[in-house]
Structure formats: structure tokens, C-alpha cells
């Protein structure tokens, strides 16, 4: 990539969206105004930033092997990009929440704190999978505050499943995004229903024998009551009426209720003051839900952000936040 070419490009295409945007009648104001845009002071740059690498770990097939006590299949592995080394940081977090840790995965932007949290769980399901206790109910909540963050992590998700196909491994999991975009059915035209089932059908990573998902995304909020994905991802909105729907009861109740494990805040730093009391109040209305539903087993919580912590000095005051909104113990070392 080259940086000085690549500014230019870009400024020049916002040079010719502004002159379609902003077309003058007159040829006298047209000419000023293109004037104006050509006079070199649309943009300052480029700059480049160095951003310092962070300390490597042992590779996913290496660390899954020991926390696992076998061998993952090649296929598991080549879907999680088993022979890319982990950062320290993220193989610290894998571990620790596999061993039943509440963690907080405080670092920066593009650390990859997604794996940190994504991992344990597909360890959890491969287990599960490899018991053959894997049935239909949701294992993680991922719970994101605006929905394209919900979006990417739903694409990466449905890569997984992708790559779990071409390896011809046997592992499945389901996952689903249940937002307010969701439809209900596949009649469900308002929230166009039928193409969320045709880009299902597209992307051809996901199986569906008897009417059912056994493996990859689930759709239609209809498809979730019926068969709980493993993975489900919302937004604090949603999961509030997830609490008080009836229809949405499935998610919870009638012994369901005891495979929900983990439960994930992105962006935790969201959280704070008065919307850090509702998201806090919200999660211990959910955890009584799911205990009343048949959940026995503690929960593992995970929270992510790259602005929560500036030094050592602040992991006890982190620790403390994430014990008030979870209402679960963290420890300065679980940070």
C-alpha cells in the first residue's frame, strides 16, 4: 500500500462527491466553488502510526490441546486459525475462562479481544459436542450497545461455520442475532423475511435437515424459540423484552434455562453511571430468570474495552466496576 497515493485517491473522491453533491446553476459560482475544492486544503496527512506489537503466546493448537487434554480435530482448528500464534494477553484470558474465571479483557483496539471471549466458548461447545450433550439451548449471550457491532460479530461467526465445513469437521454449533430487524417467520414481510433466508441460503454455510439449523445462523426469531441457538447475540434493548415476552419464554424456561454459561458486555465501558445501573439491574434480573429456569452451575462473565484501564493502577478499580454491573466476583487478576 502506498500511503501518499492512497490520500490523494481519497481525497480526490471526496473532492468529486462534494462537486455532485454541491452543483452550482451559475457557471460563476460553479467555478468558485471548484476553485475552493482544488485550493489543496480538503485533507491534512496522511500520518502514520506505529502501533507497538503486542507479546505473542503458544498457537490455538497448541493451548486448546493442553486445556482440552486430546487433540482437537483439524478441521476445529483450521476454523479457528489454529496455527496463527495467540497474543499473551489472549491466551491468558482463554485460559482462565476455560478454568471458570470472570475476566475483563482490557486492551486495545485491534488486540483481538474477540477471540479472548470467542474461544472459551467454542472450547466450551466442542466439549460439549464431543460428549454428545450438545443439544439445542443457548451456551453464550454476547451482548453488544449498537447493532453493527452485533453485525460483525455475526460475520465472523458465520466464517467459522464456514471454515468448520470445507475442513469436513464434525463439530456444529447454531448461532443467531435476535434484534429488532429480526423477522418473525418467513412470512414476516415487514422485516423481510425472505432475504435473511435467502442470504442464509447464499452464504451456504449453514445445515438445515428437517425444518431445523443444526449448524450455522439461525434467522427468524420463530426458529430461535423453537431451537435456542448456541450462541445468541443482542443488545441491551432486545434482551429487556426477551425478560417480558411470553413468547420469547423458550429462551429461558422449562429446564433451558441450565445450559446458559457465559454471558458477554462488549464495549464494556459503555456502562457506566445511570446506563451502568440499568445494564447492572438488567443482568441480575436475567441470572434470577435463568436460575429460576433450571441454571444451577456459576456463570462465567466477560467484559471487553479498549478505554476501561489506563495502568496497573486501575486494574482493583476495573475489578470493582465489573463486580457491580455483573454482580459476580472479579479479581485484579482476572483483568
Not at 451482548?143 to 465472523?156: H, I, V
Not at 475442513?167 to 423477522?183: H, K
Not at 433451558?256 to 446506563?275: C, I, K, M, N
Not at 456459576?298 to 463486580?323: D, H, M, N
Request: with cysteine; net charge negative; glycine share 8%.
Amino acid at each position: 500500500m502506498n500511503p501518499i497515493k492512497l490520500a490523494h485517491e481519497i481525497e480526490e473522491r471526496y473532492r468529486r462527491y462534494l462537486k455532485t453533491t454541491f452543483y452550482f446553476k451559475d457557471p460563476d459560482l460553479r467555478a468558485s466553488f471548484e476553485d475552493a475544492l482544488n485550493s489543496g486544503h480538503l485533507s491534512k496527512g496522511p500520518f502514520l502510526e506505529a502501533t507497538p506489537v503486542f507479546k505473542r503466546g503458544q498457537t490455538p493448537c497448541a493451548l486448546f490441546q493442553s486445556l482440552l487434554g486430546f487433540q482437537p480435530d483439524e478441521g476445529f482448528l483450521k476454523a479457528v486459525q489454529g496455527d496463527r500464534p495467540l497474543y499473551q494477553h489472549q491466551e491468558e484470558a482463554i485460559q482462565a475462562v476455560f478454568e471458570g474465571s470472570n475476566v475483563v479483557v482490557a486492551t486495545g483496539t485491534g488486540s483481538g479481544k474477540t477471540e479472548a471471549f470467542l474461544y472459551p466458548i467454542l472450547l466450551h461447545l466442542y466439549q460439549e459436542f464431543q460428549a454428545g450433550k450438545l443439544c439445542p439451548g443457548v451456551r453464550a449471550l454476547i451482548l453488544y450497545p449498537m447493532n453493527a457491532l452485533a453485525n460483525d460479530q455475526r460475520e465472523r461467526l458465520g466464517d467459522i461455520c464456514k471454515r468448520l465445513r470445507e475442513g469436513n469437521s464434525p463439530f456444529r454449533f447454531t448461532f443467531g442475532q435476535y434484534i429488532g430487524e429480526t423477522p418473525e417467520d418467513e412470512n414476516d414481510s415487514q422485516r423481510h423475511a425472505q432475504d435473511h433466508l435467502a442470504e442464509r441460503d447464499h452464504n451456504g454455510y449453514s445445515l438445515v435437515e428437517n425444518g431445523h439449523v443444526i449448524h450455522g445462523e439461525l434467522v427468524l426469531r420463530s426458529e430461535m424459540r423453537r431451537t435456542p441457538p448456541h450462541i445468541l447475540l443482542t443488545n441491551y434493548s432486545m434482551l429487556e423484552y426477551l425478560l417480558l415476552r411470553p413468547d420469547d419464554s423458550p429462551l429461558f424456561d422449562n429446564g433451558r434455562a441450565r445450559w446458559w454459561t457465559f454471558l458477554v458486555l462488549d464495549e464494556a465501558h459503555q456502562y457506566r453511571g445511570s446506563r451502568g445501573i440499568e445494564m447492572a439491574m438488567l443482568l441480575r434480573r436475567l441470572k434470577r430468570r435463568l436460575r429460576e429456569g433450571g441454571r444451577s452451575e456459576p456463570f462465567r462473565c466477560i467484559a471487553t474495552s479498549a478505554t476501561l484501564i489506563g495502568g496497573e493502577e486501575g486494574k482493583a478499580a476495573v475489578a470493582k466496576f465489573a463486580f457491580d454491573l455483573f454482580g459476580e466476583e472479579f479479581r485484579e487478576e482476572d483483568v
